[in-house]
Nanobody
Framework: QVQLVESGGGLVQAGGSLRLSCAAS????????MGWYRQAPGKQRELVAR???????DYADSVKGRATISRDNAKNTVYLQMNSLKPEDTAVYYC???????????????WGRGTQVTVSS
């Protein structure tokens, strides 16, 4: 079973930057899409960014121009660089492996513990 371990979160002032990392166990990593999600208190988990196995990326409108998702298949790791952080970016950030079924992406692994990002105003 694939395990996902997120890290890199923290407390940062508005306008600051963070680089989140997600290490995945198992050999499935290089052949699949990966996604970063976040869940703020009282809100549903939402997709922040996605990268497929060819390197194509998609971003939520709320982070476009401020976030960059990347992957290192040799290290089984996916990254999320977040710049110009805003208080509304405060959330627990998670990653997951994605599979595409009938044109839609679905998460394939159990959720990890996530990493907390807190942005102060």
């Amino acid at each position: 079973q694939v395990q996902l371990v997120e890290s890199g979160g923290g407390l940062v002032q508005a306008g600051g930057s963070l680089r989140l990392s997600c290490a995945a166990s198992g050999s499935i990593f290089s052949g699949t899409a990966m996604g970063w999600y976040r869940q703020a208190p009282g809100k549903q988990r939402e997709l922040v960014a996605r990268i497929n196995n060819g390197g194509s990326t998609d971003y939520a409108d709320s982070v476009k121009g401020r976030a960059t998702i990347s992957r290192d298949n040799a290290k089984n790791t996916v990254y999320l660089q977040m710049n110009s952080l805003k208080p509304e970016d405060t959330a627990v950030y998670y990653c997951n492996i994605l599979g595409k079924f009938s044109g839609s992406y679905l998460t394939l692994a159990s959720w990890g513990r996530g990493t907390q990002v807190t942005v102060s105003s």
